[in-house]
């Protein structure tokens, strides 16, 4: 769903940062060679997520959902330059496009990729993150929520991507819909949890920033 005219979101693109030449790239490999394509984040959010990062300046961030690595790249580009990106995917068959693309952006060796269930692998990473962006199964997210509250510290920011689900979040719930009740709950959740401040961003699908107090 386009929730801004073809023309605006045109308009946004032409009069926000120009995309890196590697994230091009990625791009069209990506509809080459991967299903789905859609899923990947883009030139827009790629440069909201890569701004977001150069404010934080995080020494440490992780992320949930690496597809083919775009948006891993565009959050490295904000690391400290002794920081580190924990990334988790469950799908190994994407790791060698996100190692090729890692190692040309010049960020491979600050990225950690780790391949399985994000929600066994949480738990045993050693560092408190300081930027978080939560974009994998979103029937999980409540659980993937609660796993880096346990990693992250006041001032931390966790990002949750895909939280408007194409508008139906405002539409008639279908019965056999068994995802948009839950990103619901998950979005009155973040807004009601004292332990964050939380503003709901009209980016793309959605993306919610929180703020751990």
Same mark, same amino acid.
């Given at each position: =769903?386009?929730?801004?005219?073809?023309?605006? #979101?045109?308009?946004?693109? %032409?009069?926000?940062? #120009?995309?890196?030449?590697?994230?091009?790239?990625?791009?069209?490999?990506?509809?080459?060679?991967?299903?789905?394509?859609? =899923?990947?984040?883009?030139?827009? %959010?790629?440069?909201?997520?890569? %701004?977001?990062?150069?404010?934080?300046?995080?020494?440490?961030?992780?992320?949930?959902?690496?597809?083919?690595?775009?948006? +891993?790249?565009?959050? +490295?580009?904000?690391?400290?330059?002794?920081? %580190?990106?924990?990334?988790?995917?469950?799908?190994? #068959?994407?790791?060698?496009?996100?190692?090729?693309?890692?190692?040309?952006?010049? /960020?491979?060796?600050?990225?950690?990729?780790?391949?399985?269930? +994000?929600?066994?692998?949480?738990?045993?990473? #050693?560092?408190?993150?300081?930027?978080?962006?939560?974009?994998?199964?979103?029937?999980?997210?409540?659980? /993937?929520?609660?796993?880096? =509250?346990?990693?992250?510290?006041?001032?931390?920011?966790?990002?949750?991507?895909?939280?408007?689900?194409?508008?139906?979040?405002?539409?008639?719930?279908?019965?056999?819909?068994?995802?948009?009740?839950?990103?619901?709950?998950?979005?009155?959740?973040?807004?009601?949890?004292?332990?964050?401040?939380?503003?709901?961003?009209?980016?793309?699908?959605?993306?919610?920033?929180?703020?751990?107090?």
């Amino acid at each position: =769903m386009h929730f801004l005219s073809e023309v605006l #979101e045109e308009y946004i693109r %032409q009069h926000s940062e #120009e995309e890196p030449e590697i994230l091009q790239d990625l791009t069209r490999e990506t509809h080459l060679k991967v299903v789905r394509p859609r =899923m990947l984040t883009g030139h827009f %959010q790629g440069r909201v997520l890569s %701004q977001l990062s150069k404010i934080i300046r995080p020494k440490h961030i992780l992320e949930i959902g690496t597809y083919t690595g775009y948006s +891993a790249i565009c959050l +490295a580009e904000g690391l400290r330059e002794n920081g %580190q990106l924990h990334t988790i995917d469950v799908n190994e #068959e994407l790791a060698d496009i996100q190692q090729k693309y890692f190692k040309k952006s010049g /960020y491979g060796h600050q990225i950690v990729p780790h391949i399985g269930d +994000a929600k066994q692998i949480i738990p045993k990473l #050693e560092p408190s993150f300081d930027l978080v962006f939560i974009d994998a199964e979103k029937k999980e997210y409540d659980d /993937y929520f609660e796993l880096v =509250m346990e990693k992250t510290r006041s001032g931390s920011v966790i990002l949750s991507d895909n939280v408007l689900w194409s508008g139906k979040v405002v539409e008639p719930l279908d019965k056999k819909d068994k995802v948009t009740p839950l990103l619901l709950d998950y979005n009155e959740k973040l807004r009601d949890d004292p332990r964050v401040e939380t503003v709901l961003l009209p980016i793309r699908d959605g993306l919610t920033l929180s703020r751990v107090l």
